[in-house]
């Protein structure tokens, strides 16, 4: 079935998390749901993050953090993005993130964060009204 709202996106993993079982389960599910999905793998840098999205040329990028630095993690892939003037990709971040940080994330220009338990579906249906 062709998805009308077919998106490429980039799944990536920021640091030095080592944990991409979610990140691996994310993108299935958005490429059995119609997406492009670009899957970077493990252990890159913000610079390198931005880089593929742009030879990509991504509509989303989704930064899976689950190491505690994604304040850090999140704010240098927005300032690299900023940086490299790249145009209409928005980021979405799915981890372990406490409410207060939420917060801070969609301040730094982050459209959506996905905690642990949060359903498929749900998360399906939020990235395509992006």
């Known amino acids: 079935m062709a998805n009308k ?3 490429r ?3 990536a993993k920021p640091g030095l998390d080592g ?3 979610g990140a691996k389960i994310i993108a299935r599910a958005l490429r059995d749901g119609g997406h492009e999905v670009i899957y970077t793998g493990l252990h890159q840098t913000p610079q390198m993050i ?3 999205a742009i030879q990509e040329d991504v509509d989303l990028i989704g930064l899976s953090i689950l190491s505690g630095a994604h304040v850090h993690l999140v704010d240098a892939t927005m300032k690299e993005l ?3 003037k790249a145009k209409g990709m928005k ?5 372990i993130v406490p409410d207060e940080d939420i917060k801070k994330l969609k301040k730094m220009g ?3 964060v996905f905690t642990p338990g949060t359903p498929l579906a749900d998360i399906m249906i939020s990235l395509e009204k992006i």
């Open 9 to 11: 996106i980039l799944i």
């Open 50 to 52: 931005v880089n593929a």
């Open 19 to 21: 944990h991409d079982r």
């Open 110 to 112: 982050v459209v959506e």
């Open 5 to 7: 709202n077919r998106k």
């Open 91 to 95: 980021v979405f971040v799915g981890g």
């Open 82 to 84: 900023k940086k490299s």
